[in-house]
């Protein structure tokens, strides 16, 4: 089993920034991380994934160019910094881990993740 812990959230202007990181706990580090945020009153979204051993992220067109996720195996810490910060990226961000290497787009398919950390919340004001 994998424990997962955010942290990094915290309330900022728009155009700000904040990197939020993902600690992950257990006997390995899982081949495909990903971020998801829900905002008050809608769905859970996914925002971005990567591959842990190889690749760069892929990303929803809501934070491609803004967002960037990478990851420090050696410290098995998932990343994500957020640059141009709006007030619709206000949400409750989720970090996620699977045991099988991401498919394309595999932020878009949240079913596919099983382990999720408590989330932590960001706030970008206008």
């Known amino acids: 089993a994998v424990q997962l812990v955010e942290s990094g959230g915290g309330s900022v202007q728009a155009g700000g920034s904040l990197r939020l990181s993902c600690a992950a706990f257990g006997s390995y580090f899982p081949p495909c991380m990903g971020w998801f945020r829900q905002a008050p009153g809608k769905e859970r979204e996914g925002v971005a994934s990567?591959?842990?051993?190889?690749?760069?992220?892929d990303y929803a067109d809501s934070v491609k160019g803004r967002f960037t996720i990478s990851r420090d195996n050696a410290k098995s810490t998932l990343y994500l910094q957020m640059n141009g910060l709006k007030p619709e990226d206000t949400a409750i961000y989720y970090c996620?881990?699977?045991?099988?290497?991401?498919?394309?787009?595999?932020?878009?398919?949240?079913?596919?993740?099983?382990?999720w950390g408590q989330g932590t919340q960001v706030t970008v004001s206008s």
């Open positions: 990567i591959n842990t051993s190889w690749g760069d992220g």
């Open positions: 996620a881990a699977h045991n099988t290497y991401c498919s394309d787009r595999a932020w878009s398919g949240a079913a596919d993740f099983r382990y």
